[in-house]
T-cell receptor
Framework: NAGVMQNPRHLVRRRGQEARLRCSPM?????VYWYRQLPEEGLKFMVY????????ESGMPKERFSAEFPKEGPSILRIQQVVRGDSAAYFC???????????????FGEGSRLTVL | AQSVTQLGSHVSVSEGALVLLRCNYS??????LFWYVQYPNQGLQLLLK??????LVKGINGFEAEFKKSETSFHLTKPSAHMSDAAEYFC????????????FGQGTELSVKP
């Protein structure tokens, strides 16, 4: 059973360009979370999505960042007009259920490391 | 608001020695608590979780953690460190109805000396 797949693993962009990060959740998982890890820091929640719905985007910057999880295909985190401060590791995680006994039991991908020059 | 504090950003132990990684939390509701491990250039892997059942929780790789409400702590321990335990460890908290929306601590990097 394949795990959470993220691509690209490494992405280099110049300031002002766009970055698109993709995440395919584990088979059977319909809940997707994006987290950002800045250097020397823990992970920070960005957004929680289910198929075709954004459930909670309270951790996402209001400008330049967007996320989607279409009916078909992977979840995408899009960063427009990147700045140096966007350089970070972006992790996607999935879970089969939103709450109950599996609350917080997330399955993480290996991350996409964005470097902005 | 919930928060997590991990005491010590770096911990170094000798192989075979006790591992103790400290975590204190703040939560206005009964929390769900987690420890995750991150190996270099990899994603996080769940070590163990507390969800209001037994206060002593056993996880993978010989790790365990004890929930102490009076101390608002959830420290991670392992009786005997192995070289393969070298990694970054994150404590996290969530409210029970928030699914995978976790608040992570800053992380503790564990080094194991031969």
């Amino acid at each position: 059973n394949a795990g959470v797949m993220q691509n690209p693993r490494h992405l280099v962009r110049r300031r002002g360009q766009e970055a698109r990060l993709r995440c395919s959740p584990m088979k059977g998982h319909s809940h997707v979370y994006w987290y950002r890890q800045l250097p020397e820091e823990g992970l920070k929640f960005m957004v929680y999505l289910q198929k075709e719905n954004i459930i909670d985007e309270s951790g996402m910057p209001k400008e330049r960042f967007s996320a989607e999880f279409p009916k078909e295909g992977p979840s995408i985190l899009r960063i427009q007009q990147v700045v140096r401060g966007d350089s970070a590791a972006y992790f996607c995680a999935s879970s089969p259920l939103a709450g109950g006994p599996n609350t917080g039991e997330l399955f993480f991908g290996e991350g996409s490391r964005l470097t902005v020059l | 608001a919930q928060s997590v504090t991990q005491l010590g950003s770096h911990v170094s132990v000798s192989e075979g020695a006790l591992v103790l990684l400290r975590c204190n939390y703040s939560s206005s509701v009964p929390p769900y608590l987690f420890w995750y491990v991150q190996y270099p250039n990899q994603g996080l892997q769940l070590l163990l979780k507390y969800t209001s059942a037994a206060t002593l929780v056993k996880g993978i790789n010989g790790f365990e953690a004890e929930f102490k409400k009076s101390e608002t702590s959830f420290h991670l321990t392992k009786p005997s460190a192995h070289m393969s335990d070298a990694a970054e460890y994150f404590c996290a908290v969530s409210e029970g109805n928030q699914g995978g929306k976790l608040i992570f601590g800053q992380g503790t990097e564990l080094s194991v000396k031969p």
